[in-house]
């Protein structure tokens, strides 16, 4: 059995699969294989967990590849501290939201006032989580597990996929903070070098070289 746990990112993806670690009986690792093309992308073995927020756009070829052969885990956070989360990512190398508010929205977050960017970080939110939400809808094997509740929610998620080893370890890695944003904004002159950088490649594709 594949286990995919979806989400929108800040929210505990790194968090679960540092619990996974205790599980003997699976592989487990966050966006191992996001970087992969074509079919590598979905190159899974068998008894593994992924973690993996940028799944949420390939819902359709995941169940073209595993269907209800696989586990589906919709992992939720609080979206007031989502959004707050995403706010703290904007400009930084790789941001989802900086993706989601410049290649799919077409609104580059470098042109627009604060609030206008937090309203970016709900709509990805609500986005990503309805979408996945409709997605395991009709799945066999699936849960939802709420951040908030995880001490409560990953034994369930534990029996469910009949893991062995140490629960008590998993349970207290959850304890731990992982991947957590800074609460330091980028300084500015890194911040002014990296929308230099957009807006040249934005005249270049433009204009040409």
């Not at 995941?62 to 904007?90: N, P, T």
């Not at 709900?122 to 009709?138: C, E, L, P, Q």
């Not at 070098?193 to 934005?202: D, I, P, S």
């Amino acid at each position: 059995m594949r286990v995919f746990i979806l989400s929108t990112g800040r929210c505990g993806s790194t968090s679960i699969v540092e619990a996974c670690k205790y599980i003997t009986n699976f592989s487990s690792g966050h966006e191992t294989l996001a970087k992969e093309l074509g079919q590598g992308r979905f190159d899974y073995a068998d008894q593994h967990i992924e973690s993996d927020n940028r799944l949420s756009w390939h819902l359709g070829q995941l169940h073209a590849h595993f269907g209800d052969e696989a586990f589906y885990v919709h992992l939720i956070r609080d979206r007031e501290a989502v959004a707050q989360s995403f706010m703290k990512r904007y400009f930084q190398p790789s941001s989802v939201i900086d993706a989601f508010s410049e290649g799919i929205r077409m609104t580059p977050p470098q042109n627009l006032s604060p609030a206008d960017r937090l309203q970016l970080c709900y709509d990805y939110i609500d986005t990503v989580n309805a979408n996945i939400a409709h997605f395991i809808s009709n799945k066999r094997n699936q849960q939802t597990i709420h951040l908030e509740t995880i001490r409560t929610d990953f034994p369930i998620f534990w029996s469910s996929i009949q893991a062995e080893g140490s629960l008590e370890k998993a349970l207290e890695a959850f304890q731990q903070s992982h991947n957590a944003s800074s609460k330091r904004k980028l300084e500015f002159p890194r911040r002014l070098k990296l929308m230099v950088k957009r807006e040249w490649q934005h005249l270049k594709a433009v204009f040409g070289k």
